[in-house]
């Protein structure tokens, strides 16, 4: 039995030091807001030594369909907890861009350049089958967020308090016609065509 463990670990170790690819969804938040989602976008995580990784955020879209490149942060530490669930930091200022693309100019990266590293935070979980990862970094003076393998909820920036019932069409969330408003958000449509959510307290 003891040698059947000494043979897993060392295929687990073996897997991380070559890199193991992870592939999820990614969401992106940039200057002005403007958020992106993407699917099958990958990350690899590769063990340079004892508790030390790089990790690498393949083909980066920190704006709208331009690929910038991949991202890489090095000198991230691991530590694992009582539930086998391994958590990555890292006190790197910068990431660097490797094998960029020409779309990139238009973020200002150039192959091996810098962005500030603002924060970075993952977790693989025990089974090492699930790896989540949040960034933050700032390239062309404005703050990019990703977050990669999570689920995202999306907030409803813009909600008009309800005066009146002079409606035309009224919606739930689900897109169910409903006769009258509802408590909490609708959807509806007025006389002259235009549509919006509609808050009810």
Aim: aromatic content about 8%; charged content about 20%.
């Amino acid at each position: 039995m003891k040698k059947v463990l000494s043979i897993v670990f060392f295929l687990m170790t073996t897997l991380c030091t070559f890199g193991q690819v992870f592939t999820d969804d990614l969401h992106v938040t940039s200057g002005g807001g403007r958020t992106t989602d993407y699917t099958q976008k990958e990350v690899e995580l590769k063990r340079v030594g004892g508790s030390r990784y790089k990790v690498t955020f393949k083909k980066l879209a920190p704006m709208a369909y331009k690929t910038f490149g991949d991202f890489v942060i090095d000198n991230v530490m691991s530590k694992v907890d009582a539930d086998g669930v391994t958590t990555f930091t890292t006190s790197t200022a910068e990431g660097k861009w490797v094998n960029v693309t020409s779309s990139a100019a238009t973020g200002g990266v150039t192959e091996g350049s810098k962005s500030t590293l603002t924060s970075f935070t993952a977790t693989l979980s025990a089974d090492k089958s699930k790896f989540v990862a949040e960034l933050n970094f700032m390239t062309m003076g404005s703050d990019v967020s990703v977050v990669f393998g999570k689920q995202i909820d999306t907030a409803i920036n813009t909600l008009t308090t309800a005066d009146d019932n002079t409606y035309v069409e009224i919606y739930n969330l689900g897109g169910v016609r409903i006769q009258h408003l509802q408590r909490g958000i609708n959807i509806v449509r007025t006389a002259n065509g235009k549509v919006k959510k509609l808050l009810v307290k």
